[in-house]
């Protein structure tokens, strides 16, 4: 059994880095498409740091961010509440609740963005005065999940989106149709789904597609997402797991992610990037995850990204959740 493991996993990788290696032209259409806040990948830290390989692996309230059939499979209630310090003072936290309701799975969540200052200054370096929050972006949104066969999850997401910047207000409707296939107790999954359905014009519509490994102790998954304003762009993430019945108190993840986002420089010396050797790539993501079930009675979760991107910065998330 285990060489026959090793051998799908061989295959797998293979597969995945050769479909990789097929995108590189740019796209014509790139930055065509409003509420751009929409690809940071708020309320997912788990998805953040395997670079954005998600689709097919995620689940619970993180699931409904990427790819709502990933809730199909949740058996208890879940409330998750989660926090994004992104570039140049920009705040970005969301919260979930999972409900299930017999073989369906009701979804909710809500999305805050802020950015409250910036350093504005015109064509000749003057400072501009501005008062108030340059954005305040609300994203809120409806899940309905289920399974069938056992092994098939369908999800889809309707979403209401207020855009605010700088006091120009744009107020949109988009939807997630996505789906799950699970094969051979959960060892591979294939997914996907359309995303931010709608008039591509306001909202980045995209296109995803992955399919993930899994064994006890690690997994692997890859993905290519295709958004209408930006060329076909891929994502590859491993997981580390250590199991519960190992340490005898929680089931701990180690992650590790790689995505071909544009360049974006070299890190300030003396940033973390910089000391982990990391200055000068803007395409690795790091994280981990923990969950314990026997916290008070009820489920633990808690999970964190690192996005180093060059000479912007780095971005970090982290999400607690409680499942009862």
């Given at each position: 059994m285990k060489n026959i493991n090793f051998k799908l996993s061989v295959v797998f990788q293979v597969l995945l880095l050769c479909a990789a290696a097929a995108w590189a032209a740019p796209?014509?259409?790139?930055?065509?498409?409003?509420?751009?806040?929409?690809?940071?990948?708020?309320?997912?830290?788990?998805?953040?740091?395997?670079?954005?390989?998600?689709?097919?692996?995620?689940?619970?309230?993180?699931?409904?961010?990427?790819?709502?059939?990933?809730?199909?499979?949740?058996?208890?209630?879940?409330?998750?509440?989660?926090?994004?310090?992104w570039f140049e003072g920009v705040g970005d936290s969301a919260v979930a609740y999972i409900q299930p309701m017999g073989r369906?799975?009701?979804?909710?969540?809500?999305?805050?963005?802020?950015?409250?200052?910036?350093?504005?200054?015109?064509?000749?370096?003057?400072?501009?005065?501005?008062?108030?929050?340059?954005?305040?972006?609300?994203?809120?949104?409806?899940?309905?999940?289920?399974?069938?066969?056992?092994?098939?999850?369908?999800?889809?997401?309707?979403?209401?989106?207020?855009?605010?910047?700088?006091?120009?207000?744009?107020?949109?409707?988009?939807?997630?149709?996505?789906?799950?296939?699970?094969?051979?107790?959960?060892?591979?999954?294939?997914?996907?789904?359309?995303?931010?359905?709608?008039?591509?014009?306001?909202?980045?519509?995209?296109?995803?597609?992955?399919?993930?490994?899994?064994?006890?102790?690690?997994?692997?998954?890859?993905?290519?997402?295709?958004?209408?304003?930006?060329?076909?762009?891929?994502?590859?993430?491993?997981?580390?797991?250590?199991?519960?019945?190992?340490?005898?108190?929680?089931?701990?993840?180690?992650?590790?992610?790689?995505?071909?986002?544009?360049?974006?420089?070299?890190?300030?010396?003396?940033?973390?990037?910089?000391?982990?050797?990391?200055?000068?790539?803007?395409?690795?993501?790091?994280?981990?995850?923990?969950?314990?079930?026997?916290?008070?009675?009820?489920?633990?979760?808690?999970?964190?990204?690192?996005?180093?991107?060059?000479?912007?910065?780095?971005?970090?998330?982290?999400?607690?959740?409680?499942?009862?």
């Amino acid at each position: 059994m285990k060489n026959i493991n090793f051998k799908l996993s061989v295959v797998f990788q293979v597969l995945l880095l050769c479909a990789a290696a097929a995108w590189a032209a740019p796209d014509p259409w790139a930055g065509t498409s409003a509420s751009a806040f929409l690809k940071l990948g708020t309320g997912a830290p788990a998805a953040q740091a395997l670079g954005n390989a998600f689709t097919a692996s995620g689940s619970g309230a993180q699931a409904l961010f990427w790819n709502p059939a990933g809730a199909a499979a949740a058996t208890t209630r879940q409330v998750q509440v989660s926090h994004m310090k992104w570039f140049e003072g920009v705040g970005d936290s969301a919260v979930a609740y999972i409900q299930p309701m017999g073989r369906t799975v009701l979804g909710v969540t809500a999305r805050y963005l802020r950015l409250g200052s910036l350093d504005n200054r015109n064509e000749m370096g003057i400072p501009q005065d501005y008062s108030g929050d340059i954005m305040k972006d609300l994203v809120a949104s409806v899940s309905l999940a289920r399974t069938f066969f056992t092994a098939l999850d369908l999800g889809a997401t309707a979403k209401y989106i207020n855009e605010n910047n700088a006091g120009t207000r744009h107020i949109n409707a988009a939807f997630d149709l996505g789906a799950r296939l699970r094969l051979f107790n959960d060892k591979i999954m294939f997914g996907l789904m359309g995303q931010n359905l709608g008039d591509s014009a306001e909202v980045p519509t995209a296109v995803r597609g992955g399919a993930a490994f899994n064994t006890k102790y690690f997994s692997i998954g890859g993905e290519l997402v295709d958004y209408a304003d930006d060329k076909m762009r891929y994502g590859i993430g491993l997981a580390l797991h250590i199991p519960e019945d190992i340490v005898q108190v929680a089931t701990f993840d180690i992650r590790l992610g790689y995505y071909n986002r544009e360049s974006t420089g070299a890190a300030e010396e003396g940033s973390i990037p910089e000391r982990i050797g990391l200055e000068n790539t803007s395409k690795v993501t790091l994280g981990f995850g923990f969950y314990s079930s026997e916290v008070l009675g009820y489920g633990l979760g808690l999970d964190y990204a690192m996005m180093p991107s060059g000479a912007l910065g780095t971005a970090h998330q982290i999400a607690v959740r409680l499942e009862f």
